[in-house]
């Protein structure tokens, strides 16, 4: 994408909307985004975050999966049919915003870990772990995990629209996060209303109940569409989708 990247100002109210297209690109390519899901939750089981290192992997499998996510919510929009060629170009140009993000955010959360350690706060919470659902969805914990900690900092860090801004345009790590702070600068309540208001029911249904472990299990390529639609409106200038094109391609016999 070549367009000028000069983000513009909306309203809180476009949220919904950010919420309604991110849902319908889903549904168009839900089963491509269940399976994507699929993979990186089963790498993040067969990870198991034991150590730092594989904490890391994780996470990092994590920025990349959403990356990819971004891709296909594109090609969705454009009613195009997703390429591995396409996947990997996005996440190619994305590298090294994911590789910095994903140190970044380990680090925090291991800061973030240490200190809590050291403080007791009695939150309340349903233990869910022995009930039927939990063994049936043990395997999402760990992706679930890697996902809430990816969520978190990215929250915390104000950087809505960088991944979306390093998938699809060749900008280095600094224009990248100055571009993303200037458009979080011009959006800074429809950025919280866009990230803290699905956080907190996540966080709340993640205390009461193993429904959570499923509701990431959507959640991650959500997120990818969602980062998507906001980067699309705020820098394209583009708040819906673009209508569902049919992908066949008709062949019309010239005149005799």
């Known amino acids: 994408m070549s367009t000028p990247l000069d983000p513009i100002r909306v309203e809180v109210a476009d949220v919904r909307y950010w919420q309604r297209e991110a849902f319908g690109l889903l549904r168009r390519k839900a089963l491509l985004f269940a399976v994507l899901s699929a993979v990186y939750f089963y790498a993040a089981h067969v990870l198991q975050a034991r150590t730092w290192l594989t904490f890391f992997v994780g996470l990092l499998a994590c920025h990349a999966s959403v990356a990819v996510c971004i891709v296909i919510a594109r090609d969705a929009d454009n009613s195009r049919q997703p390429t591995i060629a396409e996947c990997y170009k996005g996440l190619l140009s994305a590298i090294v915003v994911v590789s910095v993000t994903s140190v970044v955010h380990a680090l925090v959360w291991f800061v973030a870990a240490t200190v809590a350690s050291f403080v007791t706060i009695d939150i309340p919470m349903n233990d869910y772990t022995h009930s039927a659902g939990y063994q049936l969805l043990q395997w999402l914990t ?81 997120l990818g569409a969602y980062l998507y639609v906001a980067y699309r409106h705020v820098f394209l200038g583009k708040r819906e989708n673009e209508p569902l094109r049919a992908t066949l391609s008709v062949t019309q016999s010239s005149p005799s």
């Not at 224009?175 to 990230?195: D, G, H, I, P």
């Open 142 to 222: 760990t992706g679930t995990m890697n996902f809430f900690v990816f969520y978190c900092c990215l929250m915390v860090s104000a950087l809505w629209f960088l991944l979306p801004l390093a998938v699809f345009h060749r900008l280095n790590l600094i224009e990248a996060v100055k571009l993303a702070r200037t458009a979080e600068q011009k959006n800074f309540l429809v950025v919280m209303t866009a990230s803290y208001v699905p956080f907190v029911l996540f966080l709340v249904t993640f205390l009461i109940s193993e429904v959570a472990l499923a509701i990431a299990f959507a959640a991650m390529p959500m």
